[in-house]
């Protein structure tokens, strides 16, 4: 993700990891690349919307593979 290192911060804050990738730049101000895995980011949401590691797992899964998530 390409952001301003307070909202780093504030992600940062919330429990979720967001690694720097690059020094800072100028786009639409100061900003730099951050990595933050997918998994990493739905773990503090997870108890407040229900979902489970085994749901998930599925519905990425059949996104990546572009396969029907119902059958």
Avoid: C
């Avoid at 301003?4 to 020094?23: C, D, N, Q």
């Avoid at 773990?43 to 996104?63: H, Q, S, Y």
């Amino acid at each position: 993700m390409v952001m301003e290192k307070r909202l780093a911060k504030f992600i940062t804050s919330i429990g979720v990891s967001a690694r720097r990738l690059t020094e800072d730049m100028q786009l639409n101000g100061v900003r730099a690349v951050y990595y933050i895995s997918s998994a990493d980011a739905l773990t503090p949401i997870e108890k407040d919307v229900g979902w489970n590691n085994e749901a998930l797992n599925k519905t990425f899964e059949a996104f990546h593979l572009k396969r029907d998530i119902t059958a």
